[in-house]
């Protein structure tokens, strides 16, 4: 099946720093990424589509020059959490869509959990 | 309106029961539906997708879809300790139809030994 790979799983920084996590997909080609956020006891939030070779979309409210993302080849997006503060920790996820059409199941990654000190 | 809604729960229901997950949608034109199981402190994973009316049986899991009622359920039969988690009902294919999926709120099982 499917496998997307999320790294680091964990991370705690300080407040004002920047943070990158790295998602790939392992056996497969993923045009487009999705990056979900969840704080706890709360769904996942969609923040963005990454999508290789093109800006990534992002969602209302969801400030693109804080969350920068990166869809650097068919296997590999980043997203990066500049400037970070305590409010946002968080759960961050991103998946891939499996089958390749748009109506495929998303693969999640393990997630990472990011502790802004 | 939110646009995937769920039972925040919990739902208990004893060993051996049948436990049933509901979830409405607001966007008609949405084509795709997910049940994903996520454990505490983890990642959701897969446990069904179903696409047209009617249900979708996979081993103890059975997905029903009402396009017109705009709803779609998940049975789990002989539940287990083990399924205690939280289900998450997702919708995609929307108006946008961009690939990607809107979550509800999830409903949290709790399968009593």
């Known amino acids: 099946g499917a496998v997307v790979s999320q790294h680091p799983s964990w991370v705690i920084c300080k407040s004002g720093t920047s943070v990158k996590i790295e998602c790939r997909s392992l056996d497969f080609q993923a045009t487009t990424m999705f990056w979900y956020r969840q704080f706890p006891k709360q769904s996942l939030m969609l923040m963005a589509t990454?999508?290789?070779?093109?800006?990534?979309?992002?969602e209302q409210g969801v400030e693109k020059d804080k969350f920068l993302i990166n869809h650097a080849s068919l296997t590999l997006s980043t997203l990066t959490v500049t400037s970070a503060h305590p409010e946002d920790s968080s759960f961050y996820i991103c998946s891939a869509p499996g089958g390749g059409s748009y109506n495929s199941p998303l693969h999640f990654g393990n997630g990472t959990r990011l502790t802004v000190t | 309106q939110k646009e995937v809604e769920q039972n925040s729960g919990p739902l208990s229901v004893p060993e051996g029961a049948i436990a049933s997950l509901n979830c409405t949608y607001s966007d008609r034109g949405s084509q795709s539906f997910f049940w994903y199981r996520q454990y505490s402190g983890k990642s959701p994973e897969l446990i069904m997708f179903i696409y047209s009316n009617g249900d979708k049986e996979d081993g103890r899991f059975t997905a029903q879809l009402n396009k017109a009622s705009q709803y779609v359920s998940l049975l789990i039969r002989d539940s287990q300790p083990s399924d205690s988690a939280t289900y998450l009902c997702a919708v995609g294919g929307g108006s946008s139809n961009t690939g990607k999926l809107i979550f509800g709120q999830g409903t949290t099982l709790q399968v009593k030994p």
């Open positions: 990454s999508n290789e070779g093109s800006k990534a979309t992002y």
